[in-house]
């Protein structure tokens, strides 16, 4: 048997039964979009991706971004991605 560790992107996405969504009259429920920036709005986006699985689109923030010696870094992206990816540090927040 494998051990999940808590980290892992597979011990923390939802069930397929969690992320299928009915409306009252037997139709899907369509994609969810959340607009996010910084740590909490990944934070979020997380729970949101938990609740609706692929029916999840996050429009992240790009006005942050900065580049150094011709280096370009996007500081909400790369949250966004670490958080979601279930590689963010839960002390830090990225």
């Not at 923390?12 to 429920?29: D, E």
């Not at 006005?63 to 280096?71: A, K, R, T």
């Amino acid at each position: 048997m494998e051990s999940r560790n808590a980290w892992s992107p597979r011990a923390r996405s939802a069930p397929a039964s969690a992320t299928i969504r009915r409306s009252s009259a037997g139709r899907s429920i369509g994609t969810v979009v959340a607009l996010s920036g910084q740590v909490g709005g990944a934070k979020l986006a997380d729970g949101l991706r938990r609740l609706r699985g692929r029916d999840l689109a996050v429009v992240v923030n790009t006005g942050d971004d900065h580049e150094v010696f011709g280096l370009a870094f996007s500081p909400d992206i790369d949250t966004m991605l670490y958080t979601l990816g279930g590689i963010a540090s839960p002390a830090a927040g990225w």
